[in-house]
């Protein structure tokens, strides 16, 4: 069964051990989020088609808390960016850590060790 989604999209294992993976294409994409496995930023193209509901469910992403790190992208972009939460202002910090940013429609939580240091937000 084929459903029509829009890319990039995160969606969530419904089988064994959770995870959660950046889609860029229907079997393309890297895991955002991993349990029960040592690589938190498992690139593949080649995993389970996003299409397929047996394996794969939409993930709603969870209320953040103010300066939290989180994934954000928008329809269209062709990759994820880091950025921190400003629950004040209800949108992601600009990247060098002043408030009142930007808003994107799609988000999510990071977990795991940042490659590059990211500012305190600024108040």
Do not use: Q
Not at 17 to 37: L, N, P, Q, Y
Not at 80 to 94: G, I
């Amino acid at each position: 069964m084929s459903n029509k989604i829009e890319y990039p999209c995160l969606m969530e294992s419904t089988i064994k051990s959770r995870v959660v993976v950046c889609f860029s294409s229907e079997t393309v994409g890297h895991a955002i989020d991993v349990k029960d496995a040592t690589a938190n930023d498992l690139y593949s193209d080649d995993w389970e088609p996003a299409t397929n509901t047996k394996v794969w469910k939409p993930y709603m992403p969870p209320l953040y808390e103010d300066g939290e790190i989180c994934w954000v992208w928008d329809e269209g972009d062709n990759g994820t960016y880091f950025r921190r939460y400003d629950a004040k202002n209800r949108k992601w910090c600009f990247m060098n850590g002043e408030r009142n940013g930007s808003t994107w429609k799609y988000h999510a939580k990071f977990k795991g060790t940042l490659p590059v240091d990211l500012p305190k937000i600024k108040d």
